[in-house]
């Protein structure tokens, strides 16, 4: 019983906290909150956490997969590059960022390596990727993005993909998912009653279910491939994550 209370008295204060903390967050205008989660991004976003790491380099990334002209959609702080850097298969690497206040943490992440190909990064919307020809890109990937993507966006951003996309080639995408209501409802819930909140410090993200983003691409990419993942990550609301393919 002391475990219980204890387990609902810990939920409580972290609620309270993110409201606190919400509260605050939004009498900021967007260009200072876009600046402070650039920088919370940056400390979260670990390379020497490998469980994460695991993931993204040995589950996802493996150089096998990523070959070619490379696109990445949300590059963040960089955080896939200890996949990257040293995969030979790779010819050219075009990152997609809007928040220009994580350019930084990716060049300054990236400076240790001799990295050998060319490397750029746009400030566009990957909703909008104008400067990048059709059918020239090998690989896309894609690592927690669309949750902060509001609708209908998304279906944007993997139409764009798809116009930049090479016949038969991949975009490889990690993303998470709102918990599954029949077999975690308590997870469930709870997501939706910090999603308000959670929207607020985090970026705009939101607990979706990501995959109808994906379903819907039936009709236009030749195969859609996913699979249900858990992040490896002691927080117990966002470990639901989908791992998975599209084929141009
Ligand atoms: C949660 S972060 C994930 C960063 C990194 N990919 C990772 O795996 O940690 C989401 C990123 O997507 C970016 N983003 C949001 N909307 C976007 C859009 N429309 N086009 C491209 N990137 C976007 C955000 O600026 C942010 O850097
Ligand atoms: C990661 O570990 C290395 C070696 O232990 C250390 O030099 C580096 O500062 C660490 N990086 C971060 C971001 O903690
Ligand atoms: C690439 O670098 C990583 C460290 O960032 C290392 O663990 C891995 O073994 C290297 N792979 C190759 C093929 O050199």
Known sequence: MGLIL??????????????A??????????VYRQKIFASILNKVSDPNDSAMMDLRCNQLLQHSNVKGHVLEIGTGTGINFPCLHNNTNIKSYTGIEPNVNMHQYFYNLIKQWNIPYEIRLLSNSATDMHEIESNSIDTIIMTFVLCSVPDPLPEKILLEAHRILKPDRNFIFFEHVVANSKTKPF???FQKIIEPLWKIINDGCQFKPITNYFDAMKNVYSQVQYEHSVMPVPVFFIK????????K
């Open 6 to 19: 204890r387990f609902l008295f810990g939920i409580l204060s972290f609620i309270v906290a993110l409201i």
């Open 21 to 30: 903390i919400g509260i605050g967050y939004s009498k900021l205008d967007n």
């Open 187 to 189: 997870t469930y819930r």
């Open 240 to 247: 639901d994550a989908i791992k998975g393919k599209l084929v």
